[in-house]
């Protein structure tokens, strides 16, 4: 679905979105079906993705008791704590808690109750 606002010129869209070439595109995430991402408890919808740049944002839902191996990624990593708690081994984040990894940062990740995370990957 792809519908322009008259007032705004932003355009809204169900699915990823790409880099826009004008104005503003509008996720309607809630429509957007969760994808499982192959670890036990993980899934996640992506909400933007650029190959030009490496640039991928994504919401990601931690189910409770889901832990995810140590493992790395070859771009930069940000998460943003929307809701519930998660953990790595170094620590508990809550909601708020921001964290960041460098490429190539080794590192887990789980949840004891749930978790909601706001995660983007860049060059």
Do not use: C
Not at 4 to 30: F, H, K, N, Q, Y
Not at 54 to 71: C, D, F, N
């Amino acid at each position: 679905m792809s519908k322009v606002s008259e007032s705004t010129g932003a355009e809204d869209r169900t699915g990823t979105l790409p880099r826009p070439d004008a104005g503003s595109l509008i996720a309607r995430s809630a429509a957007q079906p969760w994808e499982p991402d192959g670890s036990s408890g993980f899934s996640y919808k992506t909400l933007f993705e650029d190959p030009s740049s490496g640039q991928t944002t994504m919401l990601m839902k931690v189910e409770a008791g889901a832990l995810s191996p140590s493992h790395m990624h070859d771009q930069l990593e940000q998460v943003f704590v929307i809701d519930g708690t998660f953990y790595d081994e170094y620590r508990n984040y809550e909601a708020g808690d921001f964290i960041v990894r460098a490429p190539g940062a080794l590192h887990t990740g789980g949840s004891r109750d749930g978790a909601l995370l706001l995660v983007v990957y860049s060059a």
